[in-house]
């Protein structure tokens, strides 16, 4: 079964980047497609973009359309959310989960096996 850590987090100011990283281990990896999500304190979990298995295929919120960047390297069992010009909106955990391909890819749900989140946090 797939194991998700993510990293990466930390604060930044305000039209800032950060890269975030979601390592898996497991051999399976290549398996499944992989989103990333966010949560905001006192917020509900939601769906930021998501990956299919092989790399060809991602999709994005609105919110982050043009500013985020998701991609994946099967053969290092790694996949990346490249973030630029972030705004305070954009503070949360970041959290990187499995599910079979990306189809309904916004609902929780659909996701079998999540990481335990990094920190992102935008100072304005």
């Known amino acids: 079964q797939v194991q998700l850590v993510e990293s990466g987090g930390g604060l930044v100011q305000a039209g800032g980047s950060l890269k975030l990283s979601c390592a898996a281990s497991g051999r399976s990896f290549s398996n499944y497609a992989i989103g990333w999500f966010r949560q905001a304190p006192g917020k509900t979990r939601e769906g930021v973009s998501c990956v299919d298995r092989h790399g060809e295929s991602t999709v994005y919120a609105d919110s982050v359309k043009g500013r985020f960047s998701i991609s994946r390297y099967n053969t290092k069992n790694m996949v990346y959310l490249q973030t630029s010009n972030l705004s305070f909106e954009d503070t949360g955990t970041y959290y990187c989960?499995?599910?079979?391909?990306?189809?309904?890819?916004?609902?929780?749900?659909?996701?079998?096996?999540w990481g335990p989140g990094t920190q992102v946090t935008v100072s304005s």
């Open positions: 989960a499995v599910e079979e391909n990306c189809g309904n890819w916004v609902s929780r749900n659909s996701y079998i096996k």
